[in-house]
């Protein structure tokens, strides 16, 4: 030790401790005040301090967490019950007014498109797409459930009923080469479809479906007129005959009220637009895909039910529906078109 050093201690942690020590033992006062004064401050201050509460954790554990009253659960359960159904029940009402379609844009009604024609009931692949056209009367989907044959006819078809409007208008020429307009056809229930040329895609299920429904009008099919609208940008001329004509016992006389119209892509798009259906398409690969949608116009002009049209689809691309199946579509289509017809006279 040096002398004059007094108290100093010859290591780092010998000082720290110093330091820290002479601050406890020395608060800071203020420099007008008396050490009595500062005495009696801090005397007050521990004499008023409350004291801290006791908690026994011991005792709270073992209670556990709080019961929630059994009327505010019924409370929660009610309201779900409520908004739930009243869900359903705005939807049911939003589909059967037409203003809830559903999914739009370049898949089908009922899933997605396949890859050589329209949306299958089941199993549909995905194809590639070029182009797609959507419009405002897009079918909803239909579920698989209301598929089943036990299903009441509306729900197994597909039936919507829009709000009332005109038909969309619609000018194009049929395989006879004849010009065929939906305006010239008024006082006739005309029922609308729509498939393509080649018949790749739903057309060999619902051409024989149409043949049917026309036989089961009976003498009031001189009354009814079907319209098919090609759907294939892709196959676009009128001749040679395309196998949509020759193919599915439609053409060739069979069936005299039926017409399979065609024209330019100019000219189709706006109706495929209108009409909402989406059409994709491939130049490269020759593949065209459509979502499938039928209409019955009433003899004023006014479309009156939609339909969504369905068929199962292998992988290999080929369309078809059990024979049950087909012949209660064919009914059906017979059905509302009677409906139509007793509506008017």
Known sequence: ?????????????????????????????????????????????????????????????????????????????????????????????????????????????????????????????????????????????????????????????????????????????????????????RGSVVVITFFGAPCTDICPVLGPEIAAADAALGPAASRVVFLTVNTDPLHLARLPAPAAVTGVGLGAGALANWHFLTGSVRQLDPVWRRYGVAITASAATGTVAHNDVMYFVDPTGVIRYRATPFADESAAGVFTLPPASRTRWAEGIASYARRLLQGAS
Do not use: Y
């Open 1 to 185: 030790m040096f002398p004059g050093s007094v108290g100093a201690v010859p290591n780092r942690a010998g000082v720290g401790d110093a330091r820290v020590a002479g601050r406890v033992a020395s608060p800071p006062r203020d420099a007008g005040m008396a050490p009595s004064d500062a005495g009696s401050m801090n005397g007050d201050a521990g004499a008023h301090d409350p004291p801290a509460p006791v908690v026994d954790r011991a005792a709270a554990f073992a209670r556990g967490a709080p019961r929630i009253p059994r009327k505010a659960v019924l409370v929660v359960l009610a309201a779900a019950v409520v908004l739930g159904g009243g869900g359903v029940a705005l939807e049911h009402l939003l589909a059967g007014a037409g203003l809830n379609p559903g999914a739009t844009g370049s898949t089908g009604a009922t899933g997605s498109t396949g890859a050589t024609g329209s949306t299958g009931a089941t199993g549909a692949r995905g194809g590639p797409s070029r182009r797609a056209t959507t419009g405002p009367v897009l079918a909803p989907p239909v579920s698989e459930p209301a598929r089943q044959m036990s299903a009441r006819l509306s729900s197994f078809m597909g039936i919507a009923t829009p709000r009332p409007a005109p038909a969309p208008s619609l000018a194009l020429v049929d395989q006879a080469g004849t010009p065929v307009s939906l305006s010239a056809l």
